[in-house]
């Protein structure tokens, strides 16, 4: 009887004392500030040796750090898939078993990203996709997948007017004075959006433009310097000074043709005119001392800002009502038109 009171006594104190727990720790009423919140981004980018994803890439780490509150704390893991889809799908895995709250993934296979889908799903982790674009089915899966890119026809057609008009304002363009541009196209890889894109958009706008062009070839070197110096040697052998023109679906490919011809020795005169597109720090460098005559500014630094300001919204919960997404989803920024009179406002 009395250790049954007892044992009553003691439970309303432990009742009294757990209230007054619960009074502290909720302010009686009032809302107390948050727990300090983590931000994991897991990136993984289809080559860690592409130009100009790594300066994008870059530029998204620096706007990260400026833009996370003050009192939540990031981290932001960066990993190669080295141009192999089943790396990427496995540094995924490993980046959800890591605790990563957002992906943003640079598919290797924009037509493969079933596997990541699925993987971030179960794990209730959005995905922003950049760079290499997913088809929309495959984007509407899940209400949490985006996307953030540009428009490859958008910089096809400028890339096409900046060389219309260099060659309408350098008659020396068509050295064999024959009326025609005889040109070659460098393309990116097969299957990446801003490869055919780029390429049929740019001859169709100089078409369009009235310039007569013949086709000495194509050539398809991956979006690589290196592999654009070895094509360009080769079409050199084949064609001597023939080529009046080349057309490259991106800044390194242009350069890597520019390198071609350095290291053959070519006269000055015998030089074709390039154009790229980028606008990455060494094809800036080359539109300033004249070697390119043109780039289209692939913004790098917009997306890079867009992709940052996502990550953070999605990783605290925040509304994205007005971020601007198109369909809910998709963000492009445009690309502008670079040449050696407005280069330097790119180059700061
Ligand atoms: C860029 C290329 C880059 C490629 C990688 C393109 O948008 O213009 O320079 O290599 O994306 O996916
Ligand atoms: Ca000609």
Not at 38 to 43: D, E, P, T
Not at 73 to 96: G, H
Request: net charge negative; hydrophobic share 40%.
């Amino acid at each position: 009887m009395n250790n049954q009171k007892i044992n009553v006594k003691k439970l309303i104190w432990q009742l009294v004392l757990l209230t007054l727990l619960i009074a502290s720790v909720f302010g009686c009423g009032q809302t107390v500030a948050e727990a300090p919140k983590n931000i994991n981004v897991g990136v993984v980018v289809y080559d860690q040796n592409d130009t100009f994803l790594s300066e994008m890439l870059a530029k998204f780490k620096d706007d990260l750090k400026a833009k996370t509150p003050e009192g939540v704390t990031f981290t932001c893991t960066v990993r190669d898939a080295a141009n192999a889809q089943q790396t990427e799908d496995n540094a995924v895995s490993e980046l959800l078993d890591g605790g990563c709250n957002v992906l943003c993934i640079n598919l290797v296979d924009r037509t493969a990203p079933s596997d990541i889908i699925q993987l971030a799903k179960e794990a209730n982790v959005p995905v922003i996709f950049f760079n290499r674009e997913p088809v929309e089915e495959d984007l509407m899966r899940w209400d949490r997948l985006y996307y953030i890119g540009a428009d490859a026809k958008q910089s096809g057609v400028y890339q096409g007017e900046l060389a219309a008009e260099f060659c309408a304002a350098h008659e020396g363009v068509d050295r064999n004075r024959d009326g025609k541009i005889q040109y070659v196209v460098l393309e990116g890889q097969p299957g990446h959006q801003d490869a055919i894109l780029r390429t049929d958009n740019a001859v169709n706008t100089m078409l369009d433009q009235g310039v007569s062009l013949d086709k000495l070839g194509y050539r398809i070197a991956n979006w690589n310097r290196a592999q654009a110096t070895n094509q360009v040697s080769q079409l050199i052998d084949q064609f001597g000074s023939a080529i009046e023109l080349i057309l490259a679906n991106n800044d390194e490919m242009a350069l890597g043709a520019i390198a071609a011809y350095d290291q053959k020795n070519i006269t000055a005169t015998d030089y074709p005119v390039f154009f790229g597109i980028d606008g990455t720090t060494p094809g800036l460098e080359a539109v300033v001392n004249g070697s390119m005559a043109g780039t289209v500014y692939n913004d790098q630094k917009g997306q890079a800002d867009a992709m940052a300001a996502l990550t953070i919204r999605l990783a605290l919960g925040q509304d994205l009502s007005d971020f601007g997404l198109i369909n809910g989803k998709y963000i492009y920024k445009d690309y502008y038109k670079i040449t050696r009179q407005n280069v330097k406002n790119f180059t700061s």
